[in-house]
C-alpha cells in the first residue's frame, strides 16, 4: 500500500500526522510540567519577588546616585544654583533682550541682583553694627528680667538661673577656646568652598541665560531620533515645575518676610532687618524654616521685651503657618507644584537626613520636579486608559 505521493510507507513509520499529534502530545505534557512546577510556589510569592528584586534595584541605583552626588557635592550645588540663578533672571532677560543685545540683556540682569542683593547685605550688616550697643543694654536688663520670671510662678526656678547660664557658657568657650578655634578655621575652609561654588554657580547661569534654549536642543540632537520627543516632553515639564517652584517659593518668603518685619516693628522686637533676612532666608526650607527663624525671633524678643512680647512673638509662628499654607502656597505654588504636604515632609526630613541644610533646601524641588517628569511621561503614553 503507498502514500499519497507514492511513497510507501512502513508499518513501523508514522506518517505526519500521527508525527504532529505526538508534538502535541509532548508540548502537552511539558506543560502540563511546568505548571506542576510553578504551582508550588503561591502566585502571590512569584509577584511579591518580582517587585521585591524590581524594588531592590532600585534602591541600589538610589543609593549609587547619591554617593556619586555626595562625592561630587560642590558642583552638584553650583549647578543646582546656577539653575535657581537662571530661573529667576530668565523672565527680566527675555524682557531685556527684546530692546537690546541678548548678551547685554544678561549683563544688566546679572549686575541688578548683584546690586540688590549686596545692598541688602550692607543695610542688614549697618543696621546690626548700629543697635548691637544698645542692644547690648537691653540684653543685659532682659537677663534680669527672665531670672525673675522664672523665680516666680509657676516655674519657681533658682535665682539667677539666667545670669548663671551666661557665666556658664562664658567658662565653656574658655575652656574649649583651642577646639572653637579648629571649628572656625575649618568654617572659613567652607566658607572658600561656598565661594568658589557661587562663583561656578553665577559662571553658568551666564551661559544658561545665553544660550540654554541652544544647549538645550544640542543635547537632544546626541540622542537616538526616537527618544527626542520623549526627552524634550520630560525636560519641558521638569523645567516648568522648577521655575515655577522657585520663583513661587521666593515670593512666598518674601510676603512671610514683611508679615514678619511689620509685626516685629509693632510688638519693638530690636533687630528687624537682620530677623525679617533670617525668616526670607529660612522660609525657603518648606515646613520647618519659618518656625526656627520666628523662635530665634522670640529669643531675642524674650531677652529684650520680657516673656509677653516674647509669647506674642511665637503666636506668629501659628498665624504666619496658617498664612503661608491655606493662602500663599495654594496661590503661587497651585500651578506649578502638585505634591501632597505629607511628601512635603517627608522630602524635607529625608533630604535633612541625606545632606543636612542643603539636602533639605533642595529635596522639594527635586521631588516636585521628578513627580511632573513622571507624570508627563505617563500622561503621554499612548496606552495610558486616562490619555
Not at 15 to 42: H, L, M, N
Not at 65 to 81: D, G, K, M, S, Y
Not at 381 to 387: E, G, K, S, Y
Request: include cysteine; hydrophobic fraction near 55%.
Amino acid at each position: 500500500m503507498t502514500g499519497g505521493r507514492g511513497r510507501p510507507r512502513g508499518p513501523g513509520r508514522p506518517g505526519p500526522a500521527s508525527r504532529a499529534g505526538t508534538a502535541r502530545a509532548a508540548a502537552r505534557a511539558a506543560g502540563r510540567t511546568t505548571d506542576r512546577a510553578g504551582e508550588r510556589v503561591p502566585p502571590g510569592l512569584r509577584t511579591a519577588a518580582g517587585y521585591a528584586w524590581r524594588l531592590v534595584s532600585l534602591g541600589v541605583a538610589a543609593y549609587l546616585a547619591v554617593t556619586v552626588l555626595t562625592r561630587l557635592q560642590l558642583p552638584v550645588i553650583a549647578l543646582f544654583l546656577a539653575l535657581v540663578i537662571t530661573s529667576v533672571l530668565r523672565p527680566p532677560v527675555d524682557l531685556l533682550a527684546r530692546r537690546m543685545p541678548r548678551a547685554l540683556a544678561v549683563l544688566l540682569a546679572l549686575l541688578g541682583a548683584v546690586v540688590l542683593v549686596g545692598g541688602i547685605l550692607t543695610l542688614v550688616g549697618t543696621t546690626v553694627a548700629a543697635e548691637w550697643g544698645r542692644l547690648g543694654g537691653e540684653l543685659h536688663g532682659g537677663l534680669g528680667r527672665i531670672d525673675r520670671w522664672l523665680a516666680g510662678a509657676p516655674f519657681h526656678l533658682h535665682p539667677g538661673t539666667a545670669t548663671d547660664l551666661k557665666a556658664r557658657i562664658g567658662d565653656f568657650v574658655a575652656s574649649h577656646r583651642s577646639a572653637l578655634l579648629s571649628t572656625a578655621l575649618s568654617g572659613a575652609g567652607r566658607a572658600v568652598e561656598l565661594v568658589t561654588g557661587l562663583a561656578l554657580a553665577v559662571f553658568c547661569s551666564v551661559f544658561f541665560l545665553h544660550s540654554g534654549d541652544r544647549m538645550w536642543a544640542w543635547g537632544l540632537r546626541q540622542l537616538p531620533a526616537r527618544a527626542r520627543p520623549v526627552w524634550q516632553r520630560a525636560g519641558r515639564a521638569g523645567w516648568h515645575t522648577f521655575a515655577g517652584y522657585t520663583r513661587g517659593v521666593l515670593i512666598v518668603a518674601a510676603s512671610n518676610a514683611v508679615l514678619v518685619g511689620i509685626a516685629l516693628a509693632v510688638l519693638g522686637v530690636p533687630l528687624v532687618l537682620p530677623l525679617v533676612v533670617l525668616e526670607f532666608v529660612a522660609t525657603l526650607i518648606p515646613l520647618i524654616g519659618s518656625p526656627i527663624a520666628l523662635a530665634v525671633a522670640a529669643l531675642v524678643a524674650l531677652a529684650a521685651r520680657g516673656p509677653v512680647v516674647a509669647l506674642l512673638v511665637l503666636g506668629l509662628i501659628v498665624v504666619i503657618g496658617q498664612i503661608e499654607g491655606h493662602l500663599l502656597h495654594p496661590l503661587v505654588l497651585g500651578w506649578s507644584v502638585r505634591i501632597h504636604p505629607v511628601a512635603v515632609a517627608l522630602s524635607v526630613t529625608g533630604g535633612a537626613v541625606l545632606g543636612g541644610v542643603l539636602g533639605a533646601l533642595v529635596a522639594v524641588p527635586v521631588v516636585s520636579v521628578a513627580w511632573a517628569v513622571i507624570g508627563a511621561l505617563r500622561h503621554d503614553r499612548p496606552d495610558d486608559p486616562d490619555h
